[in-house]
C-alpha cells in the first residue's frame, strides 16, 4: 500500500512557473515509476511526466522543454513547470506505480490565467 498527497497547485498566469511536490508513505521501496498526470475538465486523464527509480524520464511532447520532473528521495517527485499555458489548466495526478498495481493522489488544481 502506498499513500501520496500532492501539494503546490494554485492560480498563476500565463508564462509563470510553479512546483509541484508528491509526497508517498506507506510501501515506498517497492515504487517502480513515479509520474504526474492531468485532467482538463470534459477530457482524459494523460501523462504528463514520469520518472523511474533509476532516473530516467518521460515527457509528454505538450510539455517538453517546460516542464521538468525530478525524485530527490525515494518517497518524493516533483513536477516544475514553467513557461505555464493556459492549455496546462487541469487537475495534476501524482501516480506511483507497483508490481501488484497503480496508486494516485488526490489531486491538485492548476490553473494558469490572466
Known amino acids: 500500500q502506498v499513500h501520496l498527497v500532492e501539494s503546490g497547485g494554485g492560480l498563476v498566469q500565463p508564462g509563470g512557473s510553479l512546483r509541484l511536490s508528491c509526497a508517498a508513505s506507506?510501501?515506498?521501496?517497492?515504487?517502480?515509476?513515479m509520474g504526474w498526470y492531468r485532467q482538463a475538465p470534459g477530457k482524459e486523464r494523460e501523462l504528463v511526466a514520469t520518472?523511474?527509480?533509476?532516473?530516467?524520464t518521460n515527457y509528454a511532447d505538450s510539455v517538453k522543454g517546460r516542464f521538468a520532473i525530478s525524485r530527490p528521495s525515494v518517497n518524493t517527485v516533483y513536477l516544475q513547470m514553467n513557461s505555464l499555458k493556459p492549455e496546462d489548466t487541469a487537475v495534476y495526478y501524482c501516480?506511483?506505480?507497483?508490481?501488484?498495481?497503480?496508486?494516485w493522489g488526490q489531486g491538485t488544481q492548476v490553473t494558469v490565467s490572466s
Open positions: 506507506g510501501s515506498i521501496f517497492s515504487i517502480n515509476v
Open positions: 520518472i523511474t527509480s533509476g532516473g530516467s
Open positions: 501516480n506511483a506505480i507497483l508490481p501488484a498495481r497503480p496508486y
